[in-house]
């Protein structure tokens, strides 16, 4: 990946970002997909270079309904489509089986729907991969994925999806050389991961959420800030397994409608299993480029008998990643997802909907 861009100071919803940053712009999600109808071509197509830059210019429509494809593909072809600054400009085609095609196909079935508001992202340099997946019956269906910006999965005249690893780390396996360092990298399973050296972070649990309010036109709530981490040290952050409970602090992002953060309480079982996601997910990466995340999160904390409150930081967007001070932060996962979900405000809901 490029570079490194992590969280740094909240910057409010308009801005762009400075060298090369961009606006992306979602249509309306609807409550199904349609499939868009598109035969995979024989061939990579042909690229060109115009004003120094490699690739096509040419942008794809948006439509209200939401991007989506038929489940049980029988292959997949892959266009690999160079970015603007590609040395070589030469677009690749690349097939997959039917186990790998339908991966992927789930993954982008489950893929959240974009933002509908303007987002402030990182540069795009418009390398992607346009998929092709094929069936026994019926024509190929049609969906491109976007390796750099914010990442969008796209179609013609749908409402765009956003990209993440479930979908990426398959395609892995197929890319061409010059679109891996675009994609995941593969770690070790997480039972590999070593125990931390350190111990889980200590902090009592708030009696009330924090208040939260809008400053030139963004939310944002108070103490927002204080569960962020670093990246690529051993000290990760962890629960101890067996809370009595737990307090949750559902933070809202800064283009919320409704600017109100929400505290929860949830029972043992529930807290176990977050606690429990929480120390199984894998150590996050070093060398991320994200988007830029809109402070949509939740503060946990872990409470026990006789042992003080631990405290975790999940965000929901951006690297999506879980963090507590002085602490190395982990990836978040489709495990954590499912344990948030059942105790998740419903303006929160769609953050944990895999």
């Keep these: 990946m490029i570079g490194s861009l992590k969280r740094g100071p909240v910057v409010l919803a308009g801005i762009a970002l400075l060298l090369g940053g961009s606006y992306a712009t979602a249509a309306m999600p609807a409550s199904h997909g349609k499939p868009v109808i598109a035969p995979a ?15 096509p210019t040419d942008q794809t429509p948006v439509g209200k309904d ?27 085609r690349t097939t997959g089986r039917a186990a790998l095609a339908e991966r992927v196909a789930v993954a982008v ?9 303007p987002l402030p992202c990182p540069y795009g340099d418009n390398t992607s991969v346009r998929l092709y997946f094929t069936y026994p019956t019926g024509g190929d269906e049609y969906a491109e994925v976007s390796l750099s910006g914010c990442r969008p999965i796209t179609a013609p005249d749908r409402a765009s999806r956003w990209s993440d690893n479930a979908v990426e780390k398959p ?23 070593k125990q931390p050296d350190k111990g889980p972070v200590s902090e009592p649990a708030p009696s009330r959420a924090p208040s939260a309010a809008k400053h030139h036109g963004s939310c944002q709530s108070e103490d927002g800030v204080k569960g962020r981490g670093t990246v690529g040290g051993k000290n990760l952050v962890w629960l ?9 602090i559902w933070r809202p992002g800064l283009n919320a409608k409704h600017c109100e953060a929400k505290r929860t309480t949830i029972g043992t079982q529930r807290a176990r299993r977050i606690a429990s996601a929480v120390d199984a997910a894998p150590a996050e990466p070093r060398g991320l480029f994200c988007p830029l995340d809109d402070g949509s999160s939740v503060d946990i904390y872990s409470t026990y008998a006789g042992r003080p409150d631990e405290f975790a930081h999940v965000e929901f967007t951006g690297c999506a990643s879980v963090s507590a001070p002085d602490r190395s932060s982990r990836e978040t996962t489709d495990r954590l997802d499912m344990a948030l979900r059942s ?10 909907s895999r």
Excluded at 42 to 54: E, I, K, L, V
Excluded at 343 to 352: C, G, L
């Design 41 to 55: 071509p024989a061939q990579a197509p042909s690229m060109d270079r115009s004003n120094g830059s490699c690739g």
């Design 66 to 92: 939401l991007l989506w494809v038929h489940a049980h593909p029988s292959g997949l072809v892959a266009i690999w489509i160079p970015g603007l600054n590609s040395k070589k400009c030469v677009a690749r």
């Design 343 to 352: 105790s998740a405000p419903k303006a929160w809901r769609h953050y944990v």
């Design 109 to 117: 079935r489950h893929a959240k729907a974009f933002p509908t508001e």
């Design 171 to 193: 395609l892995r396996k197929i890319a061409p050389k010059a679109w891996r360092s675009y994609l995941p990298t593969p770690r070790p399973p997480v039972a590999h991961i």
């Design 240 to 248: 101890h397994r067996h809370p009595g409970g737990a307090v949750l």
